[in-house]
């Protein structure tokens, strides 16, 4: 079954500094998506990134990065220095659409707080 | 470009009462899909839609809810006898396709007292 675990539940920096929002996730197939949101205090999910699993490239954009590791099922998220508006609870999401299943499955979230 | 919109934005009801829920797409999206979000949770996925047809529907949808998508566009969502454990954020996503990303819209936050 799909699961996807955000172990951080709230992470509070400094501003400018860098901070990594970790995500690991189980699934039963080789062919799958993952996704990061940004859920800032207004509320709508906005997307920041979609990778699929034959794609290990590292990607970065701007102040954020990302670091997908299908050996450790780990889809990490990275700011680089952060600023106060990157304050937001970030989900991980999965998605298997060769079973079908095309919901997606969020982690329960990390709250992040940049501190000014 | 418009971006996915739902309404109403909030909702208070009583228990006991029926209440809906719309949605309306990103307009070249065929795909639909329904969640529900409570206090420090994840979204939860409910149900989805490609063109007019539910594929798919979640265990946590019980005979109280259901959902439409009419000519593959707008979607409702309903609650009948409405419960306090139905307080939640409804969101409402959309896509082109299986394997792209899905946008959101503002979410309906249910409150049931």
């Known amino acids: 079954a799909q699961k996807v675990t955000q172990a951080q539940t709230e992470i509070s920096v400094v501003e400018k500094e860098d901070v990594t929002l970790d995500c690991v996730y189980e699934?039963?197939?080789?062919?799958?998506?993952l996704f990061w949101y940004k859920q800032p205090p207004s509320g709508e999910l906005v997307f920041l990134i979609r990778?699929?699993?034959?794609?290990?490239q590292n990607e970065i954009s701007g102040r954020y990065s990302w670091n997908f590791q299908k050996s450790t099922s780990s889809f990490n998220f990275t700011i680089t220095a952060s600023q106060v508006v990157d304050s937001a609870v970030y989900f991980c999401?999965?998605?298997?659409?060769?079973?079908?299943?095309?919901?997606?499955?969020f982690g329960t979230g990390t709250r992040l707080t940049i501190i000014p | 470009d418009t971006g996915v919109s739902q309404d109403p934005r909030h909702k208070i009801t009583k228990r006991g009462q029926n209440v809906t829920f719309r949605c309306d797409p990103i307009s070249e999206h065929n795909r639909l899909y329904w969640y529900r979000q409570t206090l420090g949770q994840g979204p939860e996925f409910l149900t989805y839609f490609q063109n007019e047809a539910q594929l798919e529907k979640s265990r946590l949808l019980s005979d109280r809810f259901s959902a439409e998508r009419p000519k593959g566009s707008f979607s409702t969502l309903e609650i009948q006898r409405t419960e306090q454990g139905d307080s939640a954020m409804y969101l409402c996503?959309?896509?082109?396709?299986?394997?792209?990303?899905?946008?959101f819209g503002p979410g309906t936050r249910l409150t049931v007292t």
């Open positions: 990778r699929n699993s034959f794609d290990e």
């Open positions: 999401a999965l998605s298997e659409p060769n079973f079908g299943n095309e919901k997606l499955t």
């Open positions: 996503a959309s896509t082109r396709g299986e394997v792209y990303e899905q946008y």
């Open positions: 699934t039963r197939d080789t062919t799958y998506y």
